[in-house]
């Protein structure tokens, strides 16, 4: 359970901003996402090793 203390003299757009950061950092939604249809571990661990060489290319490219 998220719990956001409203301080005083807090708008009220404020402790929702903060509310709304704290439940993306929880991560429920991508979860959510996730789960909605089965993935192979064989595809998951593809598209990680893509990613993994994405960033790796791109780090390169940017120290160059």
Known sequence: M???????????EKALKRFKKKFDKTGAVRE??????????SV??????????Y??????EEMN
Do not use: D, G, W
């Open 55 to 60: 960033k790796q290319k791109m780090q390169t």
């Open 2 to 12: 998220i719990i956001v203390n409203v301080k005083e003299n807090e708008s009220i």
């Open 44 to 53: 998951k661990r593809r598209e990680q090793v893509i990613k993994a060489a």
């Open 32 to 41: 959510l996402r996730a789960r909605q249809h089965f993935v192979k571990p």
